[in-house]
């Protein structure tokens, strides 16, 4: 039975996260939903990550079982043709038989936008997080980069999580500023609940003088989610890449990766 795996991007604006849900519209069912016709079958896709509601994708893999054979190019038109125009499959292949998405993932990039201009841009209005006073991006670059290394992230954990360890490490952050445009780009062998979300808040307080630059080690080694930042809105937040251990299939776009 092939093994088919998709490369996707979509806008998560009009839907619930990635995960399937009986009442709302998720990115999961809408894949599920424009497969089946294809098949002649309902599928079951597996996702590389949960996405919250909100929350975007640049890069999203996903696979299921079928046990029609498919011509890969055909599928991916055929795919498009029945997905919304928020979702796209960029890439469809097969994959090992043992490949999923989410448990043979090795770690995942995320990145934070934030438009910085004075006056808001109706076109980040659902994909960034709109400020419109002055962002220190240097100084909040430099409080990125205490966040590298293998830690307990308690503190950038919102609760709720059912993450079984709280340690994770993060590979790489920084801070880019493109005219008024600033992210927030993170790499790690995984994340909790709203991390990503919560760091960003927490570097945006330590860029206004909310959190000071030297209490940031602290506040990692402490574990206390009191003391980071807020949780910024899901609408700046998007899934950039996603990384696959040496010997698994490495989609196209991501890089292979094994230090994650």
């Known amino acids: 039975m092939p093994n088919y ?9 009009n839907y619930h996260g990635w995960q399937l849900q009986e009442h709302d519209r998720t990115v999961q069912g809408e894949i599920e939903r424009a497969a089946a016709p294809l098949f002649g079958e309902a599928v079951r ?9 909100g929350v975007h994708a640049n890069e999203f893999i996903c696979n ?12 991916r038109a055929a795919m498009n043709f029945y997905l919304p125009d928020d979702i796209a499959v960029l890439e469809c292949r097969t994959a090992p038989e043992d490949f999923h998405a989410r448990f043979s993932c090795a ?3 995320y990145v934070y936008q934030i438009w910085n201009g004075r006056i808001r ?5 659902a994909r960034a997080l709109h400020i419109n006073y002055p ?6 670059d430099r409080a990125a980069k205490c966040l590298i290394g293998r830690h307990d992230f ?11 360890t709280t340690v994770r490490t993060i590979t790489d952050a920084r801070v880019v500023r493109e005219g008024d445009l600033v992210c927030f780009y993170v790499s790690a ?15 945006i307080y330590i860029s206004n003088g909310k959190i000071a630059f030297s209490r940031l080690p602290d506040i990692v080694e402490g574990g206390s989610r009191e003391d980071a930042g807020y949780t910024v809105p899901a609408r700046g937040l998007y899934l950039n890449r996603v990384f696959y251990k040496e010997g698994v299939l490495c989609p196209s776009g991501a890089e292979e990766r094994t230090d994650a």
Do not use: W
Not at 154 to 164: D, K, L, P, Q, V
Not at 189 to 203: C, H, Q, W
């Open 154 to 164: 308690s503190a950038f954990c919102a609760s709720g999580s059912s993450a079984h």
């Open 107 to 109: 770690g995942k990039e």
């Open 135 to 140: 962002l220190d991006d240097a100084l909040m």
């Open 121 to 125: 841009n109706p076109f980040f209005n």
């Open 5 to 13: 795996l998709l490369r996707l991007s979509f806008d998560g604006t």
């Open 64 to 75: 299921f079982h079928a046990k029609k054979q498919m011509d890969l190019s055909k599928m």
């Open 189 to 203: 062998d995984g994340f909790l609940y709203n991390m990503v979300r919560i760091m960003a808040g927490t570097l």
């Open 45 to 53: 896709a597996s996702g590389c990550s949960r996405t919250d509601a």
